[in-house]
C-alpha cells in the first residue's frame, strides 16, 4: 500500500527564512538581473527603441575604427596577463618556497597596489615615462601613451591578483610529493616541473584568466594612459558619455561579457579541481635554505617590491611636488583641489560615505544572505537559484553593470526612477559589483560552522534569528569584517561601475582623479589618487587591528578541543 | 498493552529516485530505550531526521503521544536532540550552552540558574558552568550537549552516534552514565549507533535496519538468540553460518553428519544454511556422550583468555569450518592441541535454519 505523500507544514522559521531568501532573491534580480537582461535587448534595438536585429552588431564589425579594439583588447590583455602570472609566480614562488628573509615585508608590499584606483598607476606612468618624464629616456622613443603605458600599468594593479591566488596554490603544497620525487632521483628541475607547476596548475589557470578579465575588463589605466589607442572598455565610455549612442555601448558591452563569463566559468571549474586535489592528509611542505636559490630569488622579489614602491612612490612625490619637473619643492597645495577642474573635498566626502555605506549595507545584506542561501531548509530551488544569482556579479565587468543601470534605471517608467542620480544608486552598483566574492567569504565562513546548530536551536524551540544573532553571527565575525573591508576598499577605488551613475552631487575621489587627469590637472589628480591610498591604508590597519583585538578578545572559546 | 508513545507508520524516504527509507513501522512505547542499528548508509540517521522533523518523510505517518506530528516542523515537536559531532555553541559558556533552550521561555532568572546547576551536576560537571566548550575534553563536552537537550525536559530524546567520536574508554563510561540517566529521568529515548555491543548493553529494544528496512525488531536477547534474517544472524555478534541439506524426519545433513533441529518451514532436499553461535558448540572431548554430535579436527587454537577459539574443519564436518568458543577450563581439562580430533555437541535448540540466500522480509 502507498501512504499518501506528506505535505511538510511550515513553522514560523521556515515562513521567515523562505521570505527571506525570496527577498534576497528579488533584491538581485533587480539590481542584477533584470538590468543586465534589458541591455541585452538595448544591443539589438535603434535609439528610438524599434527592434533592429543585429544591425547595431553588424554596423560595429563593419567599422573598423571600433571593431580594430577587439584586436588591441585581446592582445594587449593577453601580453599583461602573461607578464603578470610570470611575475607573480616567481614571487609567489620565493614567498612559499624558498628561505629569503623578510617574507612579511615583502608579501605587504605585494598587496599595497590593491589600495589604490588602478588610474593610480597609469598617473605615475605619466610622471615617470610621460613627455616630461624622469626616465622618458628608457622607452627608447617610444610613448608611454598607448599599449606600453597599458601594460605596465595593468600589470602594476593586478600583480596582487594573481599573487594571492597563486601563492594559496603554492601554499599547500603536499610535502610528500616532494619527498617521493627526491626518493625516485628526479632532478631539481624535473621535480620543479612535475610537482611545483603541476600542484600549481590549477591555481595558474585560474590566476591566468582572473587577471586576463580584469586587464580586458579596466577602464582606469587605458583612460588615462592609453592615448589614441583603442580599448573595448574605453569604448563603452567613448559610446556613451562621449557620443550617447547608448546601443552601441550595450554591443561593446555584450564582447566585454564574452571573456569575463568565459574566465568565470574557468575560475569555477579550477577551484573545484584544486581543491579536490588536495587530500586532508598532505604534509605541509617545509622550504629548505639553498643559498644560491635564495640570493636569486630575493634579487628577484627586491626588484619587483622596488618598482611596485617605485611607482607608488612616485605618485606620492607627484602630489607634494610643487611643479613637476621644474620646480619639485614639496607642496600641499595639490590637495586643495579648489583650483583643479572635476575634482574636490567634497568628492572625497561622498567617496568616504559610499565606502561606509557599502561596508555596512553589503556585508549585512551578504551574510545574511549567504546564511538564508546555506541554512534554510525549506525551497531548495529557491536556494540554488539564489546562489546563483550571488555568482553572476564575477561574470559582469563592471562597465557593463554601469551601463545596464543606466538602462534600468532611468527607464522612464521604472518606479525605482527616483533612485537615479543619488547615493543610493551608487550603492546599489557598488555591492552588487562586488557581490560574489563576498558571499562566498560568508559561505565559507558558515560552512566551517556545526552545520546541526540549526537543528539543536529547532529542536530548543529557539527561533533562528535568536541563534543567527547569539551564535552564527559572533563565530563569523572576523568573515563579516573581512567582508566589510573588502567592500570599503573597493568602493573607495572602483571607477568602471560608477563612472556612469554618479551626478553632480555625489563626485567620487575616484572619479575626480580620472577627471582631473582628464582636464591636465595631474598633480591635483595624482593627490586625490594617493588620499585614497592613505584612506585604504588606514582602515586596511583598522581592520588588522580589530581583527587582532577580536581574536585576543574571544581566545577562549577558539581554543582547539582537547 | 498500553498504547505506544511513538507510533511510526509506513514510512519512507526518497532523495529523487533513491529509496533511503522503505515502509518503515515501528512502536516505541513510553520511556523504553530504543537503539536503531545498522551497517552505514542503512538509513537509521534518515529515519531519524523524520521523527524529529528535521527532514520529513516522502511518505508515512509519525505519531507521538497520540498526536499527529506527521508533517510538523521541528520546532512544533517534543524532542532533544544530540549529535555526534555535540553541536556545541562555541561562543558561549557550558552554562549558557545549557540554560540556551530555557532563555527563550521567559522564565525568571533564578529559575533558569536553579536548573542549569542541576543539569550541571546531574551530568556529574558541577564546577564546569563558567568554562568554554573548547576547554573540556570529548566526552565532557557530550555530557553537556546531553544536558543542553534535556533541559527544556523534552518527552523524547533522540541520539545520533553520541559516542562515535569518543575513545574508546571514555565511551565505555559515557554508555552506562547514558544509561543510568534515562533510567532514573524514564525518558523515551532513541539512539542511533552502528556498534553492536553497545547497542545490545544499553537498549530495551534494538531496531535492526539494512538498506532503508528494518531487519527485525525486538529485546537484544531475541535479536542475539532467536534473529529473524540471516542479516541479522550475521550481523549481531559471532555466528556460523553453515550451508546444509535439509532430510527428513526434522534433521539436517551437515557435511557427512545428521543433526536434529526445528525443520519447519523447509521441504526436504531444500538447501538451507545453518547457523550456530560459537559459544553454543560445546566440546566433549574424546568421548561422544551426546546425540546431535558430529566428529572433527582442530584446526587452530587461539588463547583470549577467558576462553579459546577453536577452529574445526575435516571429520565429519569435511571441507566446511566451524568456530567454536571453549572456556579456558574446559580446554585446560580436555588438553586439546592441533590436529586433534574431538567430537561436538550442537544441541538442536541452538541451531536455526536460514533460507540458502538472502532476501528481503
Ligand atoms: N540529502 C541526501 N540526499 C541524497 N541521499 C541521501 C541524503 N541523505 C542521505 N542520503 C542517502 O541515504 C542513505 C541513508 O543515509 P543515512 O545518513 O540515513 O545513513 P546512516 O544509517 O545514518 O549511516 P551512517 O551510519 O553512515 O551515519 C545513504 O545511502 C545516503 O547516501
Ligand atoms: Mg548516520
Not at chain 1, 83 to 99: E, K
Not at chain 2, 19 to 39: K, S
Request: include cysteine; charged fraction near 15%.
Amino acid at each position: 500500500m502507498v501512504a499518501p505523500r506528506v505535505r511538510p507544514r511550515l513553522g514560523r522559521d521556515e515562513w521567515l527564512m523562505g521570505g527571506g531568501l525570496l527577498v534576497l532573491a528579488l533584491y538581485l534580480a533587480i539590481t542584477l538581473l533584470v538590468p543586465l537582461a534589458l541591455m541585452l535587448t538595448k544591443s539589438v534595438q535603434d535609439r528610438e527603441g524599434a527592434f533592429v536585429g543585429l544591425a547595431n552588431f553588424a554596423q560595429y564589425f563593419t567599422n573598423p575604427a571600433l571593431s580594430g579594439a577587439i584586436g588591441n583588447s585581446l592582445w594587449v590583455s593577453a601580453l599583461a596577463t602573461a607578464i603578470t602570472i610570470a611575475l607573480a609566480f616567481g614571487y609567489a614562488y620565493a614567498l612559499n618556497r624558498s628561505c629569503i628573509p623578510f617574507k612579511g615585508f615583502f608579501r605587504l608590499v605585494a598587496m599595497l597596489p590593491l589600495l589604490a584606483p588602478s588610474l593610480l598607476s597609469a598617473i605615475a606612468l605619466v610622471y615617470l615615462f610621460g613627455n616630461q618624464g624622469a626616465l622618458k629616456g628608457w622607452l627608447f622613443g617610444e610613448s608611454i601613451y598607448g599599449p606600453i603605458g597599458i601594460v605596465i600599468g595593468s600589470v602594476f594593479w593586478t600583480f596582487p591578483h594573481a599573487l594571492i591566488i597563486i601563492s594559496t596554490a603554492l601554499a599547500t603544497a603536499d610535502a610528500r610529493l616532494y619527498e617521493a620525487s627526491e626518493s625516485l632521483g628526479a632532478s631539481r628541475w624535473r621535480t620543479f616541473t612535475v610537482v611545483t607547476l603541476s600542484g600549481a596548475r590549477y591555481g595558474l589557470i585560474s590566476a591566468l584568466f582572473v587577471v586576463f578579465t580584469l586587464v580586458i575588463t579596466d577602464f582606469g589605466v587605458p583612460k588615462v594612459v592609453g592615448g589614441q589607442f583603442n580599448m573595448l572598455a574605453t569604448d563603452i565610455y567613448k559610446q556613451v558619455v562621449g557620443q550617447q549612442n547608448f546601443q552601441m555601448g550595450a554591443v561593446v558591452s555584450l564582447l566585454l561579457l564574452l571573456p569575463a563569463v568565459l574566465a568565470f566559468f574557468v575560475e569555477r571549474w579550477a577551484q573545484r579541481r584544486q581543491i579536490s586535489s588536495l587530500s586532508s592528509r598532505a604534509v605541509p611542505y617545509r622550504p629548505k635554505p639553498s643559498p644560491v636559490r635564495d640570493l636569486a630569488l630575493l634579487g628577484f622579489v627586491g626588484l619587483v617590491a622596488l618598482v611596485i614602491l617605485g611607482i607608488l612612490g612616485m605618485a606620492a612625490f607627484a602630489s607634494f611636488a610643487k611643479l613637476w619637473p621644474y620646480n619639485l619643492s614639496l607642496t600641499l597645495s595639490h590637495y586643495d583641489f579648489s583650483n583643479a577642474d572635476g575634482g574636490s573635498w567634497a568628492s572625497y566626502g561622498n567617496s568616504i560615505r559610499l565606502a561606509l555605506y557599502t561596508a555596512v549595507s553589503g556585508s549585512l545584506v551578504v551574510f545574511v544572505g549567504a546564511y538564508l542561501v546555506e541554512k534554510t531548509r525549506v525551497a531548495k530551488p529557491l536556494r540554488t537559484a539564489t546562489h546563483l544569482l550571488a555568482l553572476i556579479p564575477m561574470a559582469v565587468p563592471g562597465m557593463v553593470l554601469g551601463l545596464a543601470y543606466i538602462f534600468f534605471f532611468n527607464a522612464p517608467g521604472n518606479p525605482l526612477n527616483f533612485l537615479y542620480g543619488t547615493m543610493a544608486i551608487l550603492v546599489l552598483a557598488t555591492i552588487a559589483h562586488f557581490y560574489t566574492v563576498s558571499h562566498l567569504t560568508a559561505l565559507t565562513a558558515l560552512k566551517q560552522l556545526d552545520p546541526e546548530f540549526e537543528s539543536v536551536s529547532a529542536a530548543l524551540k529557539t527561533p533562528f534569528y535568536r541563534t543567527f544573532w547569539r551564535v552564527t553571527t559572533p563565530m563569523c565575525l572576523p568573515a563579516i569584517l573581512d567582508i566589510a573591508i573588502y567592500f570599503f576598499i573597493n568602493a573607495m577605488t572602483t571607477v568602471s561601475a560608477v563612472v556612469f551613475l554618479y551626478a553632480p552631487h555625489t563626485t567620487l575621489a575616484s572619479v575626480a582623479v580620472l577627471n582631473m587627469d582628464d582636464a591636465g590637472d595631474t598633480a591635483p589628480a595624482a593627490a586625490m589618487a594617493m588620499l585614497i591610498v592613505y584612506t585604504s591604508a588606514g582602515v586596511r590597519l583598522l581592520h588588522a587591528w580589530l581583527s587582532r583585538w577580536l581574536l585576543r578578545r574571544t581566545q577562549a572559546w577558539r581554543l582547539q578541543g582537547r | 498493552m498500553t498504547t505506544p508513545y511513538l507510533r511510526i507508520r509506513n514510512l519512507s524516504k526518497h532523495f529523487g529516485d533513491f529509496t533511503a527509507l522503505d515502509n518503515v513501522n515501528i512502536d516505541i512505547y513510553r520511556g523504553e530505550f530504543v537503539c536503531f542499528l545498522g551497517p552505514s548508509g542503512c538509513g537509521k540517521t534518515t529515519l531519524l531526521r523524520a521523527i524529529s522533523g528535521l527532514d520529513i518523510q516522502t511518505h508515512g505517518t509519525v505519531e507521538q503521544d497520540g498526536r499527529d506530528i506527521s508533517a510538523l516542523p521541528p520546532a512544533k515537536r517534543d524532542f532533544g536532540i544530540v549529535f555526534q559531532s555535540y553541536a556545541l555553541f562555541q561562543n558561549l559558556t557550558v552554562a549558557r550552552n545549557i540554560a540556551y533552550g530555557l532563555e527563550n521561555r521567559k522564565q525568571p532568572k533564578a529559575a533558569i540558574q536553579q536548573r542549569v546547576t542541576e543539569l550541571l551536576e546531574l551530568i556529574g560537571l558541577p564546577d564546569s558552568g563558567h568554562k568554554y566548550p573548547a576547554q573540556l575534553s570529548g566526552g565532557q563536552q557530550q555530557r553537556v550537549a546531553l544536558a543542553r537537550a534535556l533541559a527544556i525536559s523534552p518527552g523524547l530524546l533522540l541520539l545520533d552516534e553520541p559516542l562515535s567520536a569518543l575513545d574508546a574508554k571514555v565511551r565505555t563510561h559515557l554508555r552506562e552514565e547514558i544509561k543510568s540517566l534515562q533510567r532514573r529521568l524514564g525518558i523515551t529515548t532513541i539512539m542511533i549507533t552502528h556498534d553492536q555491543e553497545e547497542a545490545i548493553s544499553m537498549a530495551d529494544r534494538i531496531v535492526v535496519m539494512r538498506d532503508g528496512r528494518i531487519e527485525q525488531i525486538g529485546t537484544p536477547l531475541e535479536i542475539y538468540h532467536q534473529p529473524a534474517s540471516l542479516f541479522v544472524a550475521e550481523f549481531i555478534g559471532a555466528m556460523n553460518l553453515l550451508p546444509a541439506t535439509r532430510i527428513g524426519h526434522g534433521e539436517i545433513q551437515l557435511g557427512s553428519a545428521r543433526l536434529a533441529c526445528a525443520v519447519q518451514g523447509y521441504e526436504p532436499g531444500a538447501a538451507v544454511r545453518a547457523a550456530v553461535r560459537p559459544e553454543d558448540i560445546v566440546c566433549t572431548g574424546k568421548t561422544n556422550g551426546h546425540a546431535n554430535s558430529l566428529q572433527a579436527e582442530v584446526h587452530d587454537l587461539e588463547f583470549m583468555g577467558p576462553f579459546f577459539w577453536l577452529s574445526l574443519g575435516g571429520g565429519e564436518l569435511g571441507e566446511h569450518r566451524l568456530r567454536a568458543q571453549l572456556p579456558s577450563q574446559r580446554a585446560r581439562e580436555l588438553d586439546l592441541r592441533p590436529r586433534e580430533a574431538l567430537h561436538l555437541h550442537i544441541p538442536a535448540e541452538h541451531i536455526r535454519l536460514f533460507p540458502n540466500s538472502y532476501s528481503h522480509g
